[in-house]
């Protein structure tokens, strides 16, 4: 299941506030990273698998299971998109390590397996819901 364009550019209007993020898992699904990018966020995607990225997203191998912190210090956001449920844990712990936010949309069903505040994402009517974890930086 993927993003519309328009599910694209209403998160990407959404993300755009931050200066830099990581996106956690980018896959073969590199229209938010594009869009960030062409708005001016530094954008660097990770996945567990080598992946090509566009014109100005940098790419960094990472596991969010065992992940190398430091590609993801400095970041302002942390997000993911269709994230797996046993993802959550792991991406929120990284996110409170390193003073980021983190969002994500999960995949069809699935429920938050962290404490999430809803966002609808919505463009003409059609919704997609961005949960936004409710700690940052170890904080309520």
Do not use: K
């Amino acid at each position: 299941m993927g993003h519309s364009r328009r599910n694209t550019d209403a998160l990407a209007d959404r993300l755009e506030e931050y200066d830099r993020v990581v996106e956690v898992g980018i896959g073969r699904r590199t229209d938010l990273a594009r869009a960030l990018a062409d708005r001016g966020v530094a954008v660097t995607a990770t996945d567990v698998y080598p992946r090509p990225v566009p014109d100005g997203v940098r790419f960094v191998e990472d596991d969010i299971v065992t992940p190398r912190l430091e590609v993801y210090e400095g970041c302002d956001a942390i997000y993911a998109l269709n994230l797996p449920p046993e993802l959550h844990r792991p991406a929120l712990a990284v996110a409170r390590e390193v003073d980021a936010e983190f969002l994500f949309t999960t995949l069809g069903g699935d429920q938050p397996a962290v404490p999430v505040r809803r966002e609808t994402i919505a463009t003409d009517g059609v919704g997609e819901t961005l949960y936004v974890a409710t700690t940052r930086g170890g904080r309520p």
